[in-house]
């Protein structure tokens, strides 16, 4: 090479290659993902089994005869170590490849978060629902029959007006008269998220468009009620993905999330489940949300912690996968 000439730069990698594997190529492949939304299925179905009594402190306590941990389990006491930014910057390069072929091997565990334990494959939506509980269906088809509507609502009324008189009260004076109808109005409205489905939800506006970059909505406020007691616990829920060459209109995402929350819940299966859904819809590259929340029933009873806030997070695709991907998200969001 001739001295006088100036030393030729590295080309860039281009911008639309940041987030990785990209789907415009014809070798992308929808099969990657379907382990990491399979494993969520099972955790949220796992929750909503059948009844199981709570762990004692005995069965909590450490077997010195216990065998080793799996290496899954070895895995995911390491996914939170430290890595350095040139890591990251170098994994990234390696990991831009858009043809298999050129791709270099997955992120290491160290920048990558451990596969999860479940894999089985629930159901997710049947009979027009989207994970229904056992009476779900039944109160749908009332809509058809006022009559039943009706007879659910007084028997409803009825329990409200027998707690009325359980806790002392006099569910005949002035004050509390129509408290037992308008309280099972108003937990009819609360529990709606059980008459409604993600296809009537989304209604059809997913569209195509030629876009691989993060799309994010943050702080669409949540209200749900907690399952173990009955009060409501509310928040701010952040949702972000990267398309695979469909996006879904912005109010449907406020929407989902809706759905799920206005049902007797428990934050992390709230979070997973919209996480999943959207994941569901789009096949996207990716899907994260984020979810915090203040539990009344950690607030008004119990513990009394009024300053507490719960924050729980789903991540799915290449946002599980690729640590760079997951900072920019959270980076967005002002959390990092």
């Known amino acids: 090479m001739d001295p006088q000439q100036p030393t030729p730069r590295p080309k860039a990698i281009p911008s639309h290659l940041v987030n990785g594997h990209s789907p415009l190529h014809p070798s992308f492949a929808l099969e990657d993902d379907q382990s990491d939304r399979d494993q969520t299925y099972s955790s949220i179905q796992t929750s909503m089994g059948p009844h199981r009594e709570p762990m004692s402190l005995e069965e909590l306590s450490i077997d010195e005869n216990a065998p080793p941990p799996s290496a899954s389990q070895q895995r995911s006491a390491i996914q939170y170590e430290e890595v350095a930014d040139a890591d990251i910057e170098d994994i990234e390069l390696k990991v831009a490849a858009r043809d298999r072929r050129d791709a270099a091997p997955m992120t290491p565990a160290a920048t ?25 269906l039944a109160r749908l088809n009332e809509r058809e029959n006022p009559e039943e509507a009706k007879a659910r609502l007084a028997k409803l009324s009825g329990a409200v007006r027998t707690i009325l008189e359980c806790i002392g009260e006099d569910p005949d004076r002035e004050g509390l008269h129509g408290t037992p109808e308008r309280y099972a109005k108003a937990m009819m409205f609360f529990t709606k998220g059980y008459e409604e489905n993600l296809r009537n939800i989304v209604n059809g506006a997913v569209f195509h468009e030629d876009h691989d970059e993060l799309v994010i909505v943050k702080d669409i406020e949540v209200y749900s009620l907690c399952e173990h007691h009955l009060v409501p616990f509310t928040g701010k829920m952040h949702i972000g993905y990267i398309p695979s060459r469909r996006v879904i209109g912005l109010s449907k995402l406020a929407r989902i999330a809706e759905m799920f929350s206005r049902r007797l819940q428990v934050q992390e299966r709230l979070t997973k489940q919209v996480a999943l859904a959207l994941s569901e819809v789009l096949k996207p590259q990716g899907v994260a949300v984020v979810m915090e929340s203040s539990h009344l029933c950690m607030v008004m009873r119990g513990v009394q912690k009024g300053g507490a806030t719960t924050t729980t997070s789903c991540m799915l695709g290449a946002m599980r996968k690729r640590a760079k991907t997951r900072d920019e998200f959270l980076t967005l969001l002002n959390r990092r």
């Open 112 to 136: 990558s978060r451990s596969q999860s334990p479940f894999t089985a494959n629930p159901t997710v939506d049947f009979d027009g629902l989207s994970w229904p509980s056992v009476g779900t």
